[in-house]
């Protein structure tokens, strides 16, 4: 990131370990606040940990993270996953209508949703008030993402945290996805941190990119790093060498 930019999260000596494997290795760096990031590399390099981590799905083993410079560990978790949202890439969805999807976190909360607030939710993510009584099973892959988005998005986070959330779309529905992701970054400044396997997508998408590689942070700056990085395991990523 820019060092004049402030930051949205701060990973100082991130350790993750669990069933004797060492999954996170001296992670330090800081995402910008109200920018995108992507995080890329190969399988196995620790980016859904770092991304749980975010939002205390699990805690690190050493190690702090700091949103907006208040410590991780002091926010209770009802709070903090309001703050840092998280989709999946195929987050499960209720075999109901897409109304009862939305209003599943509010009634995991003891409050409720009412029909202005989900048909805001739904234009937020591009899709029409009439979706609301449709049945999960009735809508398309890219209109289920949308879905998805929408349901992170009733807490209004100010952190979105993607996992791979276009991987399984078609062409045509990840060019949607792409377009919303930078509608809601752009009209409300929400940071996110995008993990893809897609370096175009990256490149496309980020305006600073993270590589990891066997639980380390290898290299970080401008997304443009993707096409002329410095360090030899990003090279040997970015040629396929690793997966």
């Known amino acids: 990131m820019n060092s004049i930019e402030p930051s949205a999260i701060h990973f100082k000596h ?37 991304l ?28 903090l996953r309001r703050r840092a949202g998280m989709a999946l890439q195929s987050a499960p969805m209720l075999n109901g209508t897409v109304f ?28 029409k008030p009439e979706n609301l009584k449709k049945s999960i099973r009735e809508l398309s892959g890219g209109q289920r993402q949308r879905v998805s988005l929408a349901r992170t998005l009733v807490n209004r986070p100010s952190i979105l945290l993607l996992d791979e959330i276009t991987s399984a ?34 490149v496309r998408m980020g305006h ?5 590689a066997e639980g380390k942070l290898i290299e ?7 096409k002329n990085p410095n360090e030899e395991i990003t090279k040997r990523f970015i040629k396929g060498e690793l997966v």
């Open 100 to 127: 009862e999807n939305l209003a599943l976190p509010r009634q995991l909360q003891n409050r409720s949703l009412d029909k202005k607030e989900a048909i805001k939710l739904l234009d937020d993510v591009g899709l």
């Open 208 to 212: 600073y990119a993270w590589v990891m």
């Open 220 to 226: 970080a700056g401008e997304s443009s790093l993707l």
């Open 52 to 79: 749980r981590l975010c939002n205390g799905l699990i805690s690190p083993t050493a190690g702090e993270i700091f949103i907006n410079q208040t410590p991780i560990a002091s926010i209770d978790p009802i709070s």
């Open 169 to 202: 779309l078609d062409p045509s529905s990840i060019k949607e996805v792409e377009t919303l992701i930078k509608r809601l970054n752009e009209k409300d400044q929400t940071t996110i941190i995008w993990i893809t396997h897609n370096l175009e997508q990256a």
């Open 14 to 50: 991130i350790e993750y370990e669990t069933g004797g494997q060492h999954i996170l290795r001296n992670i330090t760096g800081s995402i910008s606040a109200g920018k995108i990031t992507a995080l890329v590399g190969p399988s196995g390099a620790g980016k859904t940990t770092l």
